[in-house]
Structures are given as C-alpha cells and as structure tokens.
C-alpha cells in the first residue's frame, strides 16, 4: 500500500480481518485432521464388517476364557447335580452325565455370549466415537472454510477501501483545482 492509502484508504483494517480469519481457521486443522483419520478408521471398520459380519464376533470370542466367578458357579451345578444324582441312586450313570454335561454346557455357552455380547457393544462403542469424531471433523471443515470465506471477503472489502480513498482524494484534488 502507499502512503496514500494509508492516510485515505481504509483497507488495513480490513486487511487485518482477513488476517485474523485466516489464523483462526487454521485452528481448526487438528479437528480436521483427527476427523479424517477416524473416518477412515470408521469407513475400514465398516468394509470389513459387510464384508465378513461375524468377523469381529470370532475375534472376540477368541479370548474368552470363564472367570474365577465363573468356575466356581459352574463347580456348584456340578456338586449339586452329583448329590442328587447320589441321592436318587444315579451317580455316574449315562443320564446323570449326560444331564450335568448338557447343564454345564449351557452354563459355559451363556457365559461366553455374555463375553461376546458385551465386547460387541464395546466395539460398537468405539466405532460410535470414530463417527462421531468424524463429524466433528467434517464440521471443523465447514467452519474453517466459512472463516477463509470470510477473510477473503475482507480481502476484497480492504482493495474496495483503497480504491475509494484513492479516488477520493483524486475528486478532493480535483475540487482544489476548481479554486485555483
């Protein structure tokens, strides 16, 4: 800018807006980075999902394993099936076993569902937070493009306020030459 501007124009300012606005948007690149990556994260998770539904199900059943709580509800079926079975003269016949095998069975197959159950609404959980993250992202990109709008507007606004402080000083010169 010259030194006519300077003193007629007005575009620092504006220029100094369109400045700022471009700082701030800046901010929002760590959102916007973070949502792009949990997007993607999100968007893998999903192929996969439709690509093979009970992938992530095997997975997790994989390391099931019955808890001390577990074993021990499991030891009292077995001790109390023994003892009717003991009372009613069946100890260690074919149905006895068949009964307390089929029992513990269940018990194991309930056991491992709730494990599988509650680590599916764990994964659910985390694929949540990577959409959510996403959005966040993508919203941190719709406002930090506003503000880039913003700050190229007052670019605009800033040579519009130059120009008219120029031309006004040329019709303020022009006004001087009418008196002379």
């Known amino acids: 800018m010259s030194w006519l501007s300077d003193i007629f ?3 620092d300012a504006y220029d100094d807006y369109a400045h700022n606005m471009e700082n ?26 439709f690509n093979n539904p009970t992938a992530e199900q095997n997975k997790i059943a994989q390391g099931f394993y019955p808890s001390a709580y577990e074993q021990q509800l499991m030891k009292g079926v077995q ?25 513990l ?7 491992q569902q709730n494990y599988v159950n509650q680590g599916m609404s764990q994964y659910n959980r985390a694929l949540m937070n990577k959409y959510l ?31 008219q402080g120029i031309s006004n000083l040329l019709a303020l010169a022009g006004m001087a030459a009418m008196f002379l």
């Open 133 to 163: 993250m996403s959005n966040q992202g993508l919203n941190a990109l719709g406002n930090q493009n506003s503000m880039y709008q913003e700050g190229e507007l007052g670019k605009v606004q800033g040579a519009k306020a130059d120009q």
């Open 9 to 11: 124009g007005g575009g």
């Open 24 to 49: 701030r948007a800046n901010t929002f690149n760590p959102w916007i980075k973070n949502g792009l990556n949990n997007l993607q994260g999100f968007n893998q998770a999903n192929d996969a999902n």
């Open 79 to 103: 001790g109390q099936m023994n003892a009717n079975a003991a009372n009613t003269g069946m100890l260690g016949s074919q149905s006895a076993n068949l009964n307390l095998g089929n029992q």
């Open 105 to 111: 069975t269940n018990m194991m197959g309930r056991f």
